[in-house]
């Protein structure tokens, strides 16, 4: 498991893109870039995982994430477990640190977990042995969300420095922002949150706002739409029409970006809210590209994270369950 | 994947009987005879499709199709992604078209899809670029049952010629009957829609019906009983008891039919109303068979269509992703 | 598939402890330990089914017991297939019976069921020609648990007779105490069920009872503490902090039971009802090497029973499906 190119990788988890170095991101987004021609799974990849098991923990729903961390790991020959929350022994009020337990005493290589509540993931963490992937925790953190951004951007203008990038929309709940931010801000970029002044307000991170969208677009070089999270908004009220007016990315808009700036966007799209179909389904846009990246993304980081777990039990000497001898 | 036998398959979809030659369905039935000893997963089948993905996309429920189709694609060396509409992003109000385009970019080399509004997979077929296979679409096209149907009828009479059908009962609501009618009149044989009035009324095909079934049963090679499909039925009332006294088939009435006619059911049987106990459990009943027909032909057809889309792939200059150089 | 080392296993189906003698269970325990080593996944296992096709038939809920029953299919390379009831043509009204009729005709070695009704597996294995494995029937039995309580304690203790065993809590709604009952009686261990006079009362087995689990701890060589069902109490009141004071497993309480004595529970554990933190998780506690073990035993008994279903096919000369020539 251990790969030669990747002796310094020392993260059995991946909590948040708050733990990583630079060189740790560039790290990953080169092994990344090693996987990316197996992505597709056309191609037979190395099989750095066969037999082993990895647990979807989702008590969220998801349909991209889940998918491309299964899909990652399938390639990689590992078996995924799916955990279904509601149709498991989490009706008879077992924790959720005992259910991953008694998994991990099945035989586990990592839980890839996707919780509502902020650190849910560090809290597991602590309770298993074996790695703990975040795939998303409430409006907190999704790190493999801005890697693989960092990879299509990378793969897309050729460098990840030295960059401007506006971050639009829904910012306050987005924890795809929030790791972008983290992760740009290291790699010494200059990040913009732009939205209507109810996105930008009581946000729990130190970022250069702005309301006038128009304002910044000739500076970036890549512009990513955030899903507006209409389920997250409670008591919020947003004017929708005076959004799509002021936010929406229409061609007409994109035009004052730089020539070659790049149109971002997580997934899933609100279409015709915020980008029009001639942006999503246009030449600048790398939305089903960033799909794509994400399975390589994944593939890179339960290689090296599951590395870092090898080693560990290697240093400990369990070469069986780890329970015994 | 190119097998030299089949040069001639040009379809990357399967969307409907209507779409194939007489030449194509018997390409299909002969490619589902090579596949036939592998079905049961016993013997291991050429592992065509290694390494590749396959989604079932199942709006409606089902369990034998979706199973069929799941075991077919294992045997061929895929993995199969089960797409459950309840627990995925078309809560977020994506489109399903956005949703496969999505899982597509992660590489997919065919979609299954049942739907219930009618020719929703030719809409999908346009949205993506992989394989699409038509598993039922409202009360329009079922096209791999009838293909496991021929497979089984051929493989217990010797021929799929010169044949006189009938197809018995709710054949206004039925799929398995309209995708069935349309392949037995391209192969030249006789079908006759067979069932009470309410059955036969607001067809959208042509075909010869009666509501005599013990008229037409000596002329029979072959019986296809159809599920009553209660759920569909809305306001209209239909007598069991008289609907049972007239068309469900028991030993007495099957003993008016040709010696060695058979007996076929797409399942799932309502028991003492289609058909008896003695005649579904009899020695002239193929219903189990045609289940593991269904096996070898989705085996072949998920085989010749990605075969199809990989020749396609290859004059499209495409290796890895298609999404790049 | 048949190994040199077990010719003498007969049984293709494994319904309940009462149908083996010592010696078959003896023969399951030996099996298990040969499968301990790969029962983790991480180290390939011998791939004695290979290609092979297992149905997990769940009516009941169940994340443990599923999970572990999937994980020793695959380790030995067979795919599971996930029975979901509730997306399933159990709604069109099908029997079990013929939906699992339906699916051994696509290929099917095995069947394992969880069922509310006792006796459920028994009558599924007339129904179909492949195995069928109990997976908890009602109250009933789980024979796996037993045969995997029997593995964790052989391997823990050195040997699983002369043994004087406390069942405790809520024997009378547990299939669990039933199954190692007619376990350890075969064995000629004692067995003492303990608990509340509510949970004694009604069993439907011969057993040694008490209210008093202070008196019989110092006895004990091993402990298993039941789960509290409080979802099957129905009218039956049970004052908690009374069972609590009485019946919980504490420090305290555990210091009075023989030195080496272990500690068992079937999970998942209510905490701070059948037993504390500190037990729970101490170094008597071996309930995750319970889990472990559970995978060992189900390997163990899918090669044995499938390996007999093998010997019978081969007897009837079926090589395929077992349908034709």
Not at 169 to 192: E, F, P, W, Y
Not at 207 to 233: I, K, Y
Request: charged share 25%; aromatic share 4%; with cysteine.
């Amino acid at each position: 498991m251990a790969k030669p190119s990747t002796p310094q990788w020392t993260h059995k988890h991946l909590l948040g893109i708050e733990d990583l170095s630079v060189g740790e991101i560039r790290m990953v987004l080169d092994t990344a870039d090693e996987f990316f021609p197996y992505a597709a799974g056309r191609k037979p990849a190395p099989q750095v995982l066969e037999g082993r098991t990895i647990m979807n923990l989702f008590i969220e729903d998801s349909t991209r994430t889940r998918t491309s961390f299964t899909f990652a790991a399938e390639r990689l020959g590992a078996r995924v477990f799916q955990f279904h929350a509601t149709t498991s022994s989490l009706n008879k009020k077992e924790s959720l640190a005992d259910t991953a337990r008694n998994v991990e005493a099945m035989g586990l290589e990592a839980i890839v977990i996707r919780h509502p509540e902020r650190n849910a993931p560090h809290r597991l963490a602590e309770a298993v042995r074996c790695s703990v992937l975040n795939a998303g925790d409430d409006s907190h953190e999704h790190p493999t969300q801005a890697l693989l951004d960092l990879q299509a951007i990378r793969r897309r203008l050729g460098r990840i420095e030295g960059l401007t990038l506006a971050l639009v929309g829904d910012v306050r709940h987005s924890r795809v922002a929030r790791s972008n931010l983290l992760a740009h801000s290291k790699l010494g970029n200059r990040v913009i949150f732009v939205g209507p002044q109810v996105f930008l307000e009581d946000l729990d991170v130190q970022a250069e706002t702005t309301t006038d969208f128009d304002a910044v677009l000739p500076q970036c070089d890549a512009v990513m739409m955030l899903r507006v999270q209409f389920e997250r908004h409670e008591s919020l009220v947003l004017n929708i029409d005076e959004y799509v007016r002021n936010y929406q990315l229409t061609p007409a808009r994109l035009a004052r970006a730089k020539p070659e700036a790049i149109v971002l966007h997580p997934g899933p799209v609100n279409r015709g809210i915020e980008l029009t179909n001639e942006v999503a389904d246009g030449p600048r846009s790398v939305i089903l590209y960033q799909t794509t990246c994400g399975v390589a993304t994944r593939m890179a980081v339960l290689s090296l994270c599951i590395g870092a777990l090898e080693r560990e039990r290697a240093c400990n000497g369990e070469d069986t369950l780890g329970q015994e001898g």
